[in-house]
T-cell receptor, first 112, second 114 residues
């Protein structure tokens, strides 16, 4: 069945470091891909999305590119801030079933 | 815009007691609806989802069931709770059935089975 695998955390970085959080997926058909973020004490919110191969989603300095050939949707940011500390979830939505599946989440901790 | 109402916010129930968590959606019709359980280290586990009234897909065989008696109402139930049912339960919607739209989440229910 459809699934999402993302790297385990926590990821610990210094401010202004480069961030990569890996995400790979397994799906039939052509899913849409998402990154959600959960800040401490808050609910999940959409960070960015991509709906077809080679699309690049971007928001707040974060980027992710839908790579069909490697079934990946890695999240990147060139320079992280302390305020980026949160849990990041990769997710996919199946085209033919509308099933919405999340990865296990990756905790990011950024220190000054 | 759509809004999700989920209640109660916290619940403490004894083992063997029944459960009913309710979720309602405003601002959209014929929404896709989802129940998740969020546990530390396991992320968001999809329990059930529904693309229409009376249509329920179960993802994880377990002690829980779901029902959708009305278009914008989604209920999570159990006849007899187990200790392992403790967790944080989230209801979500992607609005009118589309696979590429943003999901909106309720505030969640923290369930503790004692």
């Amino acid at each position: 069945g459809d699934s999402v695998t993302q790297m385990e955390g926590p990821v610990t970085l210094s401010e202004e470091a480069f961030l990569t959080i890996n995400c790979t997926y397994t799906a039939t058909g052509y899913p849409s891909l998402f990154w959600y973020v959960q800040y401490p004490g808050e609910g999940l919110q959409l960070l960015l999305k991509a709906t077809k191969a080679d699309d690049k989603g971007s928001n707040k300095g974060f980027e992710a590119t839908y790579r069909k050939e490697t079934t990946s949707f890695h999240l990147e940011k060139g320079s992280v801030q302390v305020s980026d500390s949160a849990v990041y979830f990769c997710a996919l939505s199946s085209y033919n079933t509308d099933k919405l599946i999340f990865g296990t989440g990756t905790r990011l901790q950024v220190f000054p | 815009s759509q809004t999700i109402h989920q209640w109660p916010a916290t619940l403490v129930q004894p083992v063997g007691s029944p459960l009913s968590l309710e979720c309602t959606v405003e601002g959209t019709s014929n929404p896709n609806l989802y129940w998740y359980r969020q546990a530390a280290g396991r992320g968001l586990q999809l329990l059930f989802y529904s693309v229409g009234i009376g249509q329920i897909s179960s993802e994880v065989p377990q002690n829980l069931s779901a029902s959708r008696p009305q278009d914008r109402q989604f209920i999570l139930s159990s006849k007899k709770l187990l200790l392992s049912d403790s967790g944080f339960y989230l209801c979500a919607t992607t609005g009118t059935a589309r696979s590429n739209t943003e999901a909106f989440f309720g505030q969640g229910t923290r369930l503790t089975v004692v």
